[in-house]
């Protein structure tokens, strides 16, 4: 069976020989770079423990410089699983979600008429090339010199004219032995719906050959000369060549480029990536007409993991960066993503290039947006939060799309660095001439100021890396089961339980009961809890692991351990509480003004917090305290006791 060389050329574009070799192969980490496409791990056709054999994923060979076997995904295929060339081919075409082409005893003579309308497009490129130098190209030729381009340029990019006659075109290349029925095909003619000759697609325009990643002209796009035209850009209609949303102007090329280290540049028109490449940014492409679809995402991202869109600084540009964050939502893959650039408004790449020169434009490329950067930019932009209706809208908007990312640890991520915005947006802003007052966070404020990053020592500090409602939470499961199990004691802390937060409904509901039955015995308390949550939610309780490994629960009824434990945990917990909230308020404070006063606030809380931490009742149950404050081990003073006494009523001897 003989394959369509279209289907062989779209198999090559969809699958990635990394993904592919991946399966197999372990990476040698210190030599690859997955970000460049290149790529090393020991051979699996020979036995070796060095990593050589080396993948190219962006030319999509491999070669190994040991065994010196070589190949592309197909042959890897048909060598690491011994399959034939059909089925290697089968295995790819379902892996890259294509349905194999139905056996054709045609397929030769359809791609020998493939072949022969891509040798009628060059000849439309030669006519539309020498239709620009002559004559009747004279205005599109200024308006091409005014645009930057030069002779060379111009001949580099293959750019031509249409003439503005209706069949002018069609009997050039009809008198060249060209079949109508071809010239219909090749999407260059239309027929007429009076009955009269076919007329040409493109007419005074000029012209823009759209190649694909072979170098073949499969298409057209040609922008008008005259002002009143309805459509100031026009591109072929699909044809057995050309598909609009699998292909994308300048691909080989651009391709290339990035493999030389070239960013991967995503422009709006064919203007703009001719522009980006002349003045050295070679790894530049744009979409057909319309926005950026699944399959070109898929394309840019075969190229570089991470594409950068820059897009026009109007609200046709911008709505089309935002387009593309909805795209990449649900396909977002760690180490795969997209970046932003946004231009000033009403401009574009070529203008800023004009204006500026390349080193503005690379600025703006290094310091592109993120994804979720622009993402924030899309839910706040324009829009105040001053109510809790607006702030929970915010919210929900926010977690709607990142719920379209499919990996767990990349949705937390950025639901993380999402959070850390929405908190600075809705920090209370102080009056002007208070205390820490500081401009409100309104995205694109002239006076806001982005808060100061913290330093490594501090983002490593043991206050840093603890969650405190969790450790409350735990905290406050100890305090109840203790006292559950030994409700004796629970008379001596009542001021401490009422002020227990007990964030969990269960916990409140278990603390109303101790307070109710404080010193009525264990049954009655028991039957309490269980009226009011059911006896499950009891077992549930003392069945948590810091819970049942608690000394006070696994020796229920020993009121001294109970008294310690709970003692300790209360002081823990409310020290804990304080500190936080002396931070929290340190936090705005600190904006304004920094002073001792300050600093001794923070200072008293964490000695508070570290005495509780230490705990005062340590060890109660195995030393006491002497008058001098210093601790005595409760065995060796009762043993010290016993022979003082033995010595007190010992008999003289004579």
């Not at 008008?224 to 090329?253: I, V, W």
């Not at 966070?441 to 100021?449: C, V």
């Not at 043991?462 to 203790?482: C, F, M, Q, Y």
Request: charged share 30%; glycine share 8%; with cysteine.
């Amino acid at each position: 069976m003989k394959l369509d060389p279209s289907f062989m050329d779209e198999l090559h574009n969809r699958i990635s020989l990394a993904q592919v070799a991946g399966r197999k192969l372990m990476w040698d980490q210190r030599k690859s770079q997955p970000g460049k496409g290149d790529l090393w791990a020991p051979c699996p056709f020979h036995q070796e423990k060095t990593a050589s054999f080396h993948v190219d994923d962006r030319k999509g060979f491999y070669y190994c410089f040991g065994c010196h076997e070589k190949g592309d995904a197909i042959s890897f295929v048909r060598k690491t699983e011994n399959v034939e060339f059909m089925e290697a081919i089968e295995i790819l075409a379902r892996e890259a979600g294509m349905q194999m082409p139905a056996r054709d005893p045609q397929a030769a003579k359809k791609a020998e008429k493939r072949a022969s309308l891509t040798e009628i497009m060059e000849q439309a490129v030669n006519y539309f090339g020498l239709s620009l130098r002559g004559g009747a190209g004279k205005m599109s030729r200024d308006y091409l010199t005014h645009r930057g381009l030069d002779e060379a340029a111009i001949q580099r990019w293959d750019l031509g004219f249409a003439p503005g006659a209706w069949q002018a075109l069609w009997d050039h290349l009809i008198n060249k032995g060209n079949a109508p029925d071809d010239l219909l095909a090749c999407g260059l003619a239309k027929p007429s719906s009076k009955g009269g000759k076919p007329y040409d697609t493109f007419r005074n325009r000029i012209m823009f050959p759209i190649r694909d990643t072979r170098g073949r002209c499969i298409a057209f796009g040609g922008r008008a000369m005259d002002p009143d035209d309805n459509a100031k850009y026009l591109n072929s209609p699909e044809t057995q060549l050309f598909d609009k949303g699998r292909t994308l102007y300048n691909h080989g090329p651009a391709r290339e480029a990035v493999g030389k280290g070239q960013p991967l540049i995503v422009a709006e028109g064919y203007m703009d990536v001719i522009a980006l490449a002349e003045a050295g940014f070679t790894g530049a492409v744009a979409p057909l007409g319309t926005a950026v679809t699944e399959h070109q995402l898929d394309m840019l991202w075969r190229i570089t993991p991470e594409p950068v869109f820059a897009m026009d600084g109007d609200k046709a540009g911008l709505r089309a960066a935002q387009k593309v964050i909805d795209l990449a939502l649900p396909k977002l893959q760690v180490g795969r993503s997209v970046r932003f650039v946004l231009l000033a408004d009403g401009q574009d790449p070529d203008e800023l290039l004009k204006a500026k020169g390349p080193g503005a434009m690379q600025k703006l490329i290094d310091e592109a947006l993120s994804l979720a950067e622009l993402l924030w930019l899309r839910e706040t932009g324009g829009k105040r939060f001053d109510s809790p209706d607006r702030r929970a809208a915010l919210d929900a908007a926010l977690r709607a799309a990142t719920r379209q990312i499919p990996d767990e640890g990349l949705r937390y991520h950025y639901d993380q660095a999402l959070r850390e915005k929405t908190r600075e947006l809705f920090r209370p802003v102080r009056k002007p001439g208070q205390a820490g007052a500081r401009a409100p966070y309104r995205p694109g404020s002239p006076r806001w100021q982005p808060p100061a990053v913290p330093q490594d020592t501090t983002k490593n500090s043991l206050l840093a890396s603890e969650d405190g409602v969790h450790l409350d939470s735990l905290r406050e499961a100890v305090i109840l089961a203790t006292l559950i199990v030994t409700p004796a004691v629970a008379a001596d802390f009542e001021s401490g339980i009422e002020r227990l937060a007990c964030r969990e409904a269960d916990h409140a509901a278990l603390r109303d009961a101790i307070l109710t039955h404080a010193g009525q015995g264990a049954e009655a308390l028991r039957g309490e809890i269980t009226a009011r949550l059911g006896a499950a939610a009891l077992d549930e309780l003392l069945a948590r692991t810091h819970v049942a490994l608690c000394p006070p629960v696994r020796f229920p009824g020993d009121e001294e351990r109970a008294r310690m434990t709970v003692a300790e945990e209360l002081a823990k917990l409310h020290s804990d509480r304080a500190l936080r909230a002396e931070i929290a308020e340190a936090e705005e404070d600190i904006l304004g003004a920094e002073d001792e006063a300050m600093t001794w606030r923070l200072g008293q809380a964490a000695q508070a917090r570290s005495n509780a931490s230490r705990s005062n009742n340590e060890d109660r149950a195995e030393y006491d305290l002497g008058e001098n404050g210093a601790r005595i081990n409760r065995e060796e003073r009762t043993a010290l006791d016993a022979l003082l006494q033995s010595i007190r009523y010992q008999k003289p001897q004579r």
